[in-house]
């Protein structure tokens, strides 16, 4: 069973631009979910996605947004891109709100992104 | 403060040793408590999944939870190298059916010395 795919995997942006990361849930999985993870901060929920709705979303500003497809793929976008948003952004997938388990996050590797 | 505080490490042990990791936690909402392991590059991968307050054990590792300290604790037996690795403590409130936004604690770095 294929686990959680992201791409890509590195890349490096310079300020002011935008990105747009990409995430495949595990095959039957319907959440997607994406966090930050930072030295600093450690790792922060973003936001999380059902059925293509945005469920939940975390404490951060509107730079960062994100959809998911009707085969629960997923891509985040952060425009406007500043140094401090120089991350591992990591993407989860679950079953999903009223599954037992709905909680049980399986992650991909990540994107590492670089800004300079 | 912080809703989950985590000891920040590093932490260094040789190999056979019992580790103990801790996480104290101020949401008493949080009901499910979990810990992850992440390598180096690499996502973080689920450990152990806990409900409420109680004991689990799982080969060589055994979660601990006590709701009324709001403390969580994860210990390792017989540490291996291999065992070498970011462990991350995770809690979720109840919500409806639980959903996928997960607390995390920042990490404790462990290595475990041949």
């Known amino acids: 069973k294929a686990g959680v795919t992201q791409t890509p995997r590195y890349l490096i942006k310079t300020r002011g631009q935008q990105v747009t990361l990409s995430c495949s849930p595990i095959s039957g999985h319907r959440s997607v979910s994406w966090y930050q993870q930072t030295p600093g901060q450690g790792l922060q929920f973003l936001f999380e996605?059902?059925?293509?709705?945005?469920?939940n979303k975390g404490n951060f500003p509107g730079r960062f947004s994100g959809r998911q497809f009707s085969n629960s793929r997923s891509e985040m976008n952060v425009s406007t891109l500043e140094l401090g948003d120089s991350a591992l952004y990591l993407c989860?997938?679950?079953?999903?709100?009223?599954?037992?388990?709905?909680?049980?996050?399986?992650f991909g590797a990540g994107s590492r992104l670089t800004v300079l | 403060q912080k809703e989950v505080e985590q000891d920040p490490g590093p932490l260094s042990v040789p190999e056979g040793a019992i580790v103990s990791l801790n996480c104290t936690y101020s949401n008493s909402a949080f009901q499910y408590f979990m810990w992850y392991r992440q390598y180096s590059r690499k996502g973080p991968e689920l450990l152990m999944y806990t409900y409420s307050s109680g004991n689990k054990e799982d080969g060589r590792f055994t979660a601990q939870v006590d709701k009324s300290s709001k403390y969580i604790s994860l210990f390792i037996r017989d540490s291996q190298p291999s065992d070498s690795a970011t462990y991350l403590c995770?809690?979720?409130?109840?919500?409806?059916?639980?959903?996928?936004?997960?607390?995390f604690g920042k990490g404790i770095t462990l290595s475990v010395r041949p």
């Open positions: 989860a997938s679950s079953l999903g709100r009223g599954n037992p388990g709905a909680n049980v996050l399986t």
């Open positions: 996605y059902f059925s293509e709705t945005q469920r």
């Open positions: 995770a809690m979720s409130g109840p919500d409806t059916g639980a959903n996928s936004k997960l607390t």
